[in-house]
Structures are given as C-alpha cells and as structure tokens.
C-alpha cells in the first residue's frame, strides 16, 4: 500500500506562483513515474506534468511553460511549481505515482488539493 499526501494549495492571485508538492511513503518499490493531474467538477481528470524515473517530462498543453516539476528521489517526493497563473487553472490537483518498471504494476493517488485562482 502506497500513500500519497499533497500539500501546497490554496488561494492565489491571477499572475501569482504556487508551489505543489507530494510525498509517497509505505510499499514503494520501482517508481515508474510520477506527477500530477488535475480535475474540474463536471469535467474528465487532465494530465499537468509527469516526470519519469528516466529523467523524461511531459506536460499538458495548457502549461506553456508556466509550470516546472521536480522529483527528489531519496525523499519520493514530486513538486510542481505555477507561476503565470491563471483563473482557468483553478482546479483540484491530484498527484500521481506509478510504480513497476518496464510494466507499471500500480497506481496511487493522493487525496487532491484545491488550487483557486481569483483576484
């Protein structure tokens, strides 16, 4: 069983920076990727930023460079930094492990923490 606890959401300025992170802790065993979605009421989850145990990252098309997503990997932690935000990515972001390599035999996610952007 693999836990994933986020922290860093809140309310936030349009313009402004928010700085997500996550901790995974219990059975971890080859990390495959990790990173972060996010989702909107009514609306289906969307990939932000996943960085692979390979060093790769992909991000959502919406991102356009705003966002930056690290990994420690002695502390299995995965952070995502917005800055340029938007009131458009106002959303609840989950964060996302995947874990067996070459085949991801598991997936976690955490809980989900609130991101508003409102002036």
């Known amino acids: 069983q693999v836990q994933l606890v986020e922290s860093g959401g809140g309310l936030v300025q349009p313009g402004g920076s928010l700085r997500l992170s996550c901790a995974a802790s219990?059975?971890?065993?080859?990390?495959?990727?990790m990173g972060w979605y996010r989702q909107v009421p009514g609306e289906q989850r969307e990939l932000v930023a996943v960085?692979?145990?390979?060093?790769?990252?992909n991000y959502g098309d919406f991102v356009k460079g705003r966002f930056t997503i690290s990994r420690d990997n002695a502390k299995n932690t995965v952070s995502l930094q917005m800055s340029s935000l938007k009131e458009e990515d106002t959303a609840v972001y989950y964060c996302?492990?995947?874990?067996?390599?070459?085949?991801?035999?598991?997936?976690?996610w955490g809980q989900g923490t609130q991101v508003t952007v409102s002036s």
């Open positions: 996302n492990a995947r874990f067996g390599v070459p085949v991801v035999r598991q997936i976690s």
């Open positions: 219990g059975s971890i065993f080859s990390i495959n990727s």
């Open positions: 960085l692979t145990s390979g060093g790769s990252t």
